[in-house]
């Protein structure tokens, strides 16, 4: 018998079986997919990969980033595309692309980077779960790390300020909701009745954005105001994770 794919990830609150983007994507895609995880919370423990989650944990080795995990899910015939056309297909490539490069930025410095949503809500959360002195350490180094990333994705070089490109991060990621919006419209997911990667992908960036209660809320006013994609976010959540995030072992 084949030893269970362990994915070892952030943990959950507000609601959400994870606040981590990247582990909430690749959460989805399981429940979509029915691939069998045994799911490792990082919570409080020495043990275990934390900088870089998620991570899938299987017999020949890890597999980390959400892409790489689900083309190893897919390899093991856990596929929630089977039924997409290659038009389709070639669409969800495109819109995870934008998702990327228009919406990351902005999520990450809502959690990371914003003062107020960093001090009283981010660093608290993540510090709360990391053992000491990890804790004094670790939430620093992970903002760091998302100021990097973000002025990366940016294209810019890496002593621009973020203050000169935070507006056109507000500006890109309100267009890219409003694609979105547009491009969901009615439909249950976003190419039809049947949940995809597309989906998994969307649902893993907006639900914290969503979700999380911050003192500054930019963006998520403006998510808000879309509703279908609010609705995708919970109609997911109490189809798949009424039972929490731990309903994913088995």
């Not at 794919?5 to 609150?13: N, V």
Request: charged share 20%; proline share 7%; aromatic share 10%.
């Amino acid at each position: 018998m084949a030893a269970p794919l362990e994915l070892s990830c952030w943990g959950g609150g507000w609601g959400l079986p994870s606040v981590h983007s990247e582990s909430l994507v690749v959460m989805a895609y399981a429940k979509f997919s029915g691939a069998p995880l045994k799911v490792n919370v990082i919570d409080n423990t020495w043990r275990g990969p934390r900088g870089d989650v998620p991570i899938l944990t299987t017999e020949d080795g890890i597999v980390s980033q959400p892409a790489k995990i689900l083309n190893f899910l897919r390899k093991q015939k856990y596929n929630a595309d089977c039924e997409l056309s290659a038009k389709q297909g070639a669409d969800t490539l495109a819109y995870i692309a934008l998702l990327e490069e228009k919406l990351l930025p902005a999520v990450l410095h809502t959690f990371w980077v914003e003062n107020d949503n960093y001090f009283t809500v981010t660093k608290p959360w993540f510090a709360s779960r990391i053992p000491f002195p990890l804790s004094l350490i670790l939430p620093g180094r992970m903002s760091r790390g998302a100021l990097n990333r973000i002025l990366l994705t940016r294209g810019e070089p890496p002593l621009y300020h973020i203050q000169e490109v935070e507006a056109q991060i507000y500006r890109d990621a309100k267009e890219c909701l409003n694609l979105l919006s547009n491009r969901l419209g009615t439909s249950q997911f976003f190419f039809g009745d049947t949940p995809s990667t597309l989906d998994a992908y969307v649902f893993g960036f907006l639900a914290p954005l969503y979700k999380v209660r911050f003192p500054k809320v930019h963006l998520q006013e403006h998510l808000k105001q879309l509703s279908n994609l609010c609705r995708l976010c919970d109609d997911i959540l109490g189809s798949y994770f009424r039972h929490g995030p731990m309903a994913l072992s088995l």
